[in-house]
């Protein structure tokens, strides 16, 4: 287990890594501005935490991104991702959720919204 990565789960990795082979467009799009620490973090896609896969992770400032297609917008599918977010929550890693449309038509305020949330959260950090 990467000690960047507490909460690593390596019976995930094959699933991860097919995800990584297969993302959507949004995704793509996304990953493409979010490489590289283009916002100052290094995010890492499709990371295998706990029970679940996070589109987008950034461990130092344990934040999670999410973009969802359609199958969120259902009544189980909203009910699936409140339960994930809260175990999230209790594991200390906050998370954003954007639509597919949103990432795909306005990455710019996406962007701005992530980097505000990295702002927030390294402004509250206590320096070691």
């Not at 789960?9 to 996304?30: C, F, G, H, V, Y």
């Not at 990371?47 to 934040?63: E, N, R």
């Not at 906050?94 to 919204?113: C, G, I, K």
Request: glycine content about 4%; aromatic content about 8%.
């Amino acid at each position: 287990m990467p000690k960047h990565l507490p909460n690593y789960t390596e019976s995930l990795i094959p699933t991860a890594r097919q995800l990584r082979k297969e993302m959507t467009d949004a995704e793509r799009k996304l990953w493409s501005r979010l490489r590289n620490n283009q916002l100052g973090v290094k995010f890492r896609r499709q990371v295998p935490f706990d029970k679940y896969i996070l589109d987008f992770y950034c461990s130092s400032a344990k934040l999670c991104v999410e973009l969802d297609g359609s199958q969120h917008l259902t009544d189980e599918g909203i009910e699936k991702d409140s339960k994930r977010d809260r175990n999230l929550k209790e594991s200390g890693v906050e998370v954003l959720r954007f639509s597919d449309y949103e990432a795909l038509t306005n990455t710019e305020a996406v962007l701005q919204v992530i980097g505000q949330k990295l702002q927030e959260t390294s402004e509250h950090k206590t320096p070691s």
